[in-house]
């Protein structure tokens, strides 16, 4: 079946720091792929996203560009900033179930101290 | 954009008492709802997909009659977890879709539930 697989948190960054948080996945077929992040307290929000193979998806400085060679999709950010503080959770939809249903990976606290 | 919000945030119930958790879309309306269950360090599981009107539609290994989906308007879903027990205690998450694409879900902040 389909999965994401991310690495395990908390990132711990002092402000200003370049950010990396990886992100695999396995699907059958061409998914589409996504970051959501979640503010304390709050819902998941869709922070960028990407629908084929080399797309970049990019939002509030953040980026991530879909490898379909090496099945990745990590997110980038060149200078965090202490309201970055959240976990991210790299998603995937695909054709299985008619791009209607998202599949998470475990999500990755990020810690951006001053 | 969208806010979804749930009820209550947090709960603590007795082992076999029965607890609903409120799911409302409060600027749009919603023929689909979904249900997610998380553990911690552990990924969303989704649980269910509520249709306003119809029956909702459970994942593999989801008891239906442990967790009822009642999703009687376009703006409110309900979770209830009946005769709970101490391994029903999670994170429950629900969200709104608000297009045709799993993307366009908008996510409320989820419900602590504790089983003593």
């Known amino acids: 079946g389909n999965s994401v697989t991310q690495m395990e948190g908390p990132v711990t960054l002092s402000e200003e720091a370049f950010l990396t948080i990886n992100c695999t996945y396995t699907a059958t077929g061409y998914p589409s792929l996504f970051w959501y992040v979640q503010y304390p307290g709050e819902g998941l929000q869709l922070l960028l996203k990407a629908t084929k193979a080399d797309d970049k998806g990019s939002n509030k400085g953040f980026e991530a560009t879909y490898r379909k060679e090496t099945t990745s999709f990590h997110l980038e950010k060149g200078s965090v900033q202490v309201s970055d503080s959240a976990v991210y959770f790299c998603a995937l939809s695909d054709e299985d179930t008619g791009f209607q249903k998202l599949v998470f990976g475990t999500g990755t606290r990020l810690l951006v101290s001053p | 954009g969208a806010v979804v919000s749930q009820h209550p945030s947090w709960v603590i119930c007795k082992s076999g008492t029965s607890v609903k958790i409120e799911c409302r879309s409060l600027?749009?309306?919603?023929?689909?709802m979904f249900w997610y269950r998380q553990f911690p360090k552990q990924s969303l599981m989704l649980m269910a997909t509520?249709?306003?009107?119809?029956?909702?539609?459970?994942e593999q290994g989801v008891e239906k009659d442990k967790f009822l989906i009642n999703h009687a308007s376009l703006t409110l879903s309900t979770l209830t977890v009946t005769s709970a027990h101490p391994e029903d205690s999670s994170f429950y998450i629900c969200s709104a879709l608000r297009g045709a694409l799993a993307y366009e879900q908008y996510f409320g902040p989820g419900t602590r539930l504790t089983v003593t």
């Open positions: 509520s249709n306003e009107g119809s029956k909702a539609t459970y």
């Open positions: 600027d749009f309306q919603a023929t689909t």
